[in-house]
């Protein structure tokens, strides 16, 4: 089976958020770039299911600038057969799906596996485009996957409770936990991804349909008023009397 | 033209982030000049959707195919998608839920439309351009972005808008079919399980949680959660460590990897206030930390804030809600 698993490629999760002078970018120096954590779980998984299968591909997918390699190896390194980078700046969720779309009806992916969102632009987007692009189902977003033969069973989070669903191949899922414990990359793992191969293609015509006008910081918080332990029910009158929030 | 808005119906009752939606709808109607249109999805009753009307909306379209009772993305992107065509909707709302982000990133590529999640404001419409705020970088920041195509599809983040009651203002309710049939529903769930809430508050629609981190020490602490999560009628949430270990369902973690929250009130208790966490929950309107250790980071984000011992604080809080309902 061949599993496509999309990978972006994100701020650290610690990272502090600034903007570049004009607020049309996120200002990109000295911060450490990493796997976006929700797609380790689809990586992690499409290659847990290879194994299960003995035998198989795994192709991770980037759309990015050749900044994005190293974490491109790190999926290589983690179990990653293969991978793939679209060279171009990820400029929307329409624009990436379309690269992601164009690559996935060309290789004939049974599987095609992404994190939930994107912890940067935290679009939830790219799942749904990508699906309709190729006429086929989306389940979003995935706690569990599991396959027998072309069918999958998934468990899908709704509000409130979960959805178990049945689909044939292909589709595709956005991943979230607990679907997996994500692996990290080992030193056998790391010596052969050198080796693996990366092929990067140039990216489709296509415009994206929304344009960043600017980023904004939210407003800094008034500090905190502490109240003394001893007198911890006058929190309760002060959430009623000054917050109004109960 | 008009502008068209989905509402989530669960047990026939619509549901408060829909109320949120229906309201952000009908102000952009407004603004553009139009009437909002609603769209039902979901186990709704007739008379709950006519009351639609107290937020603003013109009409509700509803189809009462009982298998639209339970989320399935293809059909139910069909039914918008045809809702859409017959209002000449140029505007299309959706909570940012599950279910919004399910079926908009479908619609926009079905409707050739600019889609925004996430959203926080009303949009700008100065100088024949569409921009709306939306939340980027897990809550630390926003980003405003225009919507260029001709069509604009919005997820609608809850707790942001406020929903309007124009009370004892009806909406007309039409029935509305989308002709689906057997391949509309060929994803359709084989099975539900919804959460045992035994009383309790579902966490992505609760204006109030109560949360828990591993300062509660285990699970056999977390009655003092519940009874102040019960007293203020709050839903109960957790850190990422507690779920991990199973001291509660992971259902209830909240953060950069968990649910994201913005409810009127977060009480943290015995949670340090890692940014992974606070990214999942620093929308929230006001933000009151409990925590032995003056120096954990969550005072920093926090509106109010007790330097206390959780099992001494917590029983504490419980009784002066009691006493002041
Ligand atoms: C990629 C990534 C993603 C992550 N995603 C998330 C996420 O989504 N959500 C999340 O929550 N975390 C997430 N984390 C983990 C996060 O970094 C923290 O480790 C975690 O939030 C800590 O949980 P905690 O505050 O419950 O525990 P701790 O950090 O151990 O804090 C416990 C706190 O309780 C206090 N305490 C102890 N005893 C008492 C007492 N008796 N009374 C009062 N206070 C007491 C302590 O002073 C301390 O501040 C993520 C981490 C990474 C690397």
Known sequence: MKFLVCISNVPDTTTKITFTPDNKEFNKAGVQFVINPWDEYALTRAIELKEAQGGGTVTVLNVGEADTEPNIR????????????????????????????AIAKDGGYDVILMGKESIDYNGFQVHGMVGELLGIPTVA????????????????EIEGGKEIVEVNTPFV????????????????????????????????????????????????????KLIPAENAGELIKLLRNEAKVI | MSVLVVV???????????????????????????????????????????????????????????????????????????????????????????????????????LEASLATNVVELPKTDGGKFVVKRGAFSGKAFADVELE???????VKKNSIEALHEDGKTAPVESFSAQLTDADFADAPKEVIMQDQAGGVLLPEADLVVSGGRGMKGPENWNLIEDLAKALGAATACSKPVSDVDWRPHHEHVGQTGITVSPN??????????????????????????????????????????????????PKLTEAVKQLN
Do not use: W
């Not at chain 1, 983690?78 to 799906?97: E, L, M, Q, T, Y």
């Not at chain 1, 010596?191 to 939210?218: G, I, N, Q, S, Y």
């Open chain 1, 141 to 156: 977003p995935a706690m569990k996957l599991d396959m027998n033969g072309n069918t999958a069973t998934l468990e899908r």
């Open chain 1, 74 to 101: 790190k999926a290589l390194a983690i179990g990653a057969d293969d991978a793939i980078r679209v060279n171009a700046h990820p400029k929307d969720a329409f624009f990436v799906a379309k690269q992601i779309a």
């Open chain 2, 8 to 110: 989530e119906c669960d047990g026939g009752e619509v549901k408060k982030s829909s109320l949120e939606v229906a309201s952000y709808a009908s102000q952009v109607a407004q603004m553009l000049g139009t009437t909002a249109t609603a769209v039902a999805v979901g186990e709704a009753t007739e008379a709950n959707l006519a009351k639609l009307g107290e937020q603003g909306i013109g009409k509700v379209l509803y189809d009462s195919e009982p298998r639209l009772k339970d989320f399935v993305n293809g059909a139910y992107t069909k039914l918008i998608a045809a809702a859409a065509q017959q209002e000449d909707a140029k505007v299309i709302v959706l909570a940012n839920s599950n279910i919004g982000a399910a079926v908009g990133s479908r619609l926009s590529i079905r």
């Open chain 1, 173 to 224: 899922a956005s991943c979230q936990q607990p679907m997996c414990e994500p692996r990290i990359p080992n030193m056998r793992g790391i010596m052969t991804a050198r080796t693996k191969p990366l092929k990067v293609v140039e990216p489709t015509a296509d415009a994206p349909r929304t344009e960043v006008d600017h980023f904004a910081l939210p407003p800094a918080k008034q500090g905190v």
């Open chain 2, 265 to 314: 009130l977060y009480i943290a208790c015995g949670i340090s206030g890692a940014i992974q966490h606070l990214a999942g929950v620093n929308s929230s309107k006001v933000i009151v930390v409990i925590n032995k250790d003056p120096e954990a980071p969550f005072f920093k984000a926090a509106d109010y804030g007790i330097v206390g011992d959780v099992f001494d604080v917590l």
């Open chain 2, 149 to 155: 195509s001709d069509r604009k599809i919005i997820a």
